[in-house]
């Protein structure tokens, strides 16, 4: 009997040291916890176009709007420095610029953005944050870009670079025969602030909307749609209706 009980007690023992690590030897280390992967950016890039010929027309705002990514966003914390680079195209182009940016600081309520040509703020994609006039792909094709850096893990914004096409003609007073800059840098300012492009005919007077026309100005503010996407990431409370269609 006290052999069968030996026995029984050895293959017990061997069960336990099996099932359980930590039962094999005194000194292993227990098991590793999982651990948070590594924080990782990434750049979205967004290409922003002229209509080649004329664009939509619709009569009423859309109340449309696309996140990017799902919903990508400007975390809270510190002001957001940038810098302007490149010799601007048009008496007060730079100006247009901060107007740009003004307007989309009223809805990015997680931050406030400020022009430092001097010490701007660090891109985690690499380099710092820009707006810079610069060729892109000659006159008639892409009006500006926008490279917007996100976290792929917490879906957070941490820099971005705007690129203004040198080749195309701008202005900042809407004449017909040249780009606003204003009313393309709202546009650019919107993917910085996490809004993807509008495509659909009734999206055309949304500031979010894929393509811009000459003369055009009505996109120096945010539509409809506009609004409510960034009310749906940053809680801004405005859902009031934009400036309407037509100019």
Not at 46 to 75: C, M, R, V
Not at 135 to 159: E, Q, Y
Not at 231 to 244: H, K, V
Request: include cysteine.
């Amino acid at each position: 009997m006290k052999s069968i009980l030996k026995i029984l007690l050895g293959i017990t023992t061997l069960f336990i040291w099996l099932i359980s690590p930590a039962f094999a030897s005194p000194n292993q280390a227990p098991p590793q916890r999982g651990t948070t992967p590594n924080l990782q950016w990434v750049e979205e890039v967004f290409i922003d176009y002229s209509h080649a010929g004329p664009g939509p027309h619709p009569t009423t705002e859309s109340d449309n709007f696309k996140l990017t990514q799902g919903g990508i966003k400007w975390f809270s914390d510190s002001t957001v420095e940038y810098q302007i680079t490149g010799t601007e195209d048009t008496s007060g182009g730079n100006t247009a610029i901060e107007n740009a940016e003004s307007t989309i600081d009223g809805f990015v309520t997680t931050r406030v953005f400020a022009r430092d040509d001097v010490t701007p703020s660090s891109n985690p994609c690499g380099g710092v944050n820009t707006v810079q006039w610069a060729a892109i792909d000659g006159a008639g094709g892409a009006l500006a870009t926008a490279s917007v850096c996100r976290n792929v893990v917490t879906k957070a914004i941490g820099g971005f670079v705007i690129t203004i096409d040198t080749a195309e003609t701008w202005s900042t007073t809407g004449t017909p025969t040249a780009f606003d800059v204003e009313n393309a840098l709202v546009h650019e300012w919107l993917h910085v602030g996490g809004l993807d492009h509008t495509n659909a005919p009734q999206d055309g007077c949304l500031t979010s909307y894929r393509l811009a026309s000459l003369g055009e100005t009505q996109k120096r503010t945010l539509g409809l749609g506009d609004k409510l996407g960034m009310d749906e990431l940053y809680d801004t409370g405005d859902t009031s209706s934009g400036p309407g269609c037509g100019s």
